[in-house]
């Protein structure tokens, strides 16, 4: 087993594919010390600035006095706290539905909907672009799962054609974390209705970001909870905390309480988590100047990195990927950058497509205009 293991890694290696942690010490922050040197991140999904937000932390010293450390137990055995229930209670009033469930992780949650929903004689219709955690549900459900090109209704439309009978699920991310752009939601959603199918959004990257109060990629299309019953959420990217949710009728949270398998069957959320994310959620729907701060920092990012001639794919969101292509470049301009005091990831196959590998700049609230044109200064020496 260790010769197999090995030579495997080595070819990972040889093909600029091989993954390595990084040991941060200290907060999520624009500025941070990795594996022991002082660099500039962007790289965070820490949108807003508030995983280090000092209400925030409050909370959850507030809500471990209060509760302890763990929950002991799932939900479903005494480990739902006041905390947590008081969380899904805001949290379906922010999203303008009728119940909202909590799960430990945003993997978790979409293979417990999705697994959850559909069987044997149903589909599921999901962009080619979704997150993994949602083609690993689709492939887990045991329904058959079909792929449409990336925000293309049209070629939704041919597959649906093909699937008639039985359930049938279309799953798309809000906005694609990897490009950073949004799908189509009007047109899916007047697919999705004309077709009698059930539309679900996964909106990780459009919460605390677009529409009215951070109300997500749905809210920003005017996208109504009838369109598109199944939203799901996660809380550590701009709410800054930990975990996830999923939003929708009474019916699905019900049905999701009772079948999803990755609800029944896990330790609920630590309580005081959940009261750092209340505090959390009031600071992101009172967000609009961290918003407007966002919004402006992308636009002179992508000002300056047209100026430099870089390719920046299409992308309103803090989501703005440089693309290298071959994974080896994509790799060596992150070490250059690296050596200049900058953080930026290098994301390569299988994340995204091959020949498309590429920097993952990632904004935050918390980013000054000085450190984003450090940013582009440094670009313009190794990636222009």
């Not at 763990?70 to 539905?97: K, M, V, Y």
């Not at 729907?285 to 001639?309: K, N, W």
Request: charged letters at 20%.
């Amino acid at each position: 087993m260790e010769a197999e293991l090995n030579a495997a890694l080595a070819e990972r290696r040889a093909q600029a594919l091989y993954r390595a942690r990084r040991v941060v010490a200290g907060p999520q922050a624009p500025q941070q010390v990795i594996d022991g040197r002082q660099v500039l991140s962007f790289c965070s999904n820490d949108y807003l600035g508030l995983a280090n937000h000092p209400e925030v932390i409050a909370a959850l010293r507030r809500g471990a006095d209060a509760y302890g450390v763990g929950a002991g137990a799932a939900h479903l055995i005494n480990g739902h706290s006041r905390a947590h229930h008081a969380l899904e209670e805001e949290l379906a009033a922010f999203t303008g539905r009728e119940r909202a469930l909590l799960f430990s992780t945003g993997y978790m949650a979409n293979l417990g909907v999705i697994t959850a929903l559909l069987g044997k004689t149903d589909a599921v219709f999901e962009d080619r672009l979704n997150h993994a955690s949602l083609i690993d549900a689709g492939r887990l459900c045991g329904a058959r799962l079909r792929r449409y090109r990336h925000a293309d209704p049209s070629s939704l439309d041919g597959l649906l054609d093909r699937h008639p009978r039985g359930r049938r699920l279309i799953v798309t991310d809000g906005v694609f974390s990897m490009d950073g752009d949004l799908a189509p939601l009007p047109a899916l959603a007047a697919t999705a209705s004309a077709r009698d199918a059930w539309l679900m959004v996964d909106d990780a990257h459009g919460l605390g970001v677009l529409g009215r109060e951070g109300r997500g990629s749905l809210d920003h299309f005017g996208v109504g909870a009838h369109e598109a019953p199944v939203l799901m959420g996660t809380l550590g990217k701009a709410f800054g905390t930990s975990g996830a949710f999923v939003a929708g009728s009474e019916a699905l949270i019900e049905t999701l309480i009772q079948q999803a398998r990755t609800y029944v069957y896990t330790t609920a959320l630590p309580p005081a988590l959940a009261e750092a994310t209340r505090a959390s959620l009031r600071l992101l729907q009172h967000g609009d100047e961290r918003r407007e701060r966002l919004a402006s920092l992308i636009r002179r990012f992508r000002h300056g990195a047209d100026q430099l001639g870089l390719h920046l794919m299409t992308s309103e969101t803090p989501i703005q990927p440089i693309v290298m292509g071959a994974a080896a470049r994509a790799v060596a301009v992150s070490e250059a950058l690296l050596q200049r005091g900058i953080l930026v990831t290098a994301i390569r196959p299988p994340t995204v497509p091959a020949g498309s590998a590429r920097l993952r700049v990632t904004l935050s609230a918390a980013h000054s205009e000085a450190q984003v044109d450090r940013l582009l200064e440094a670009l313009g020496e190794v990636a222009a």
